[in-house]
């Protein structure tokens, strides 16, 4: 399995409740295919440098899991055919980077 990074743009209209359910889709059809999920997180609405789709807001949503390629392929048709998506963008990440983001000032975890 490797580790992907999914960050997914929705309509700044839509309710938290139907962002959350949409996402909460996205996950279960990954975990379904195998994926394990990593964070997952909800940034907001945030507006954009320029129009998208005839909009100026977005609700982004940022998370990470460990799938097999085909899993992912499906999850991307899938949220291009959503029409409550504006944009979406898969990316594979390096294993170091995998896992929950750091915290400036935090602590390292030590090593066993």
């Known amino acids: 399995m490797r ?3 999914v960050m997914v743009i929705f309509d700044a209209e839509l309710e938290e409740e139907e962002v959350r359910a949409s996402v909460d889709r996205a996950t279960q059809l990954i ?3 195998g994926a394990e ?4 997180d909800f940034w907001g609405k945030r507006r954009f440098a320029y129009r998208l789709k005839h909009r100026w807001e977005g609700y982004y ?3 990470q899991a460990k799938a097999e390629p085909a899993a992912m392929d499906e999850l991307n048709r899938t949220l291009s055919l959503a029409d409550e998506v504006l944009r979406h963008k898969v990316l594979r990440i390096p294993e170091a980077v ?3 983001p750091k915290t400036a000032g935090a602590p390292e975890p030590a090593e066993a």
């Open 31 to 33: 975990q379904s295919k």
């Open 37 to 40: 999920l990593g964070y997952v």
């Open 98 to 100: 995998y896992g929950p």
């Open 61 to 63: 949503v940022v998370f």
């Open 3 to 5: 580790p992907y990074e």
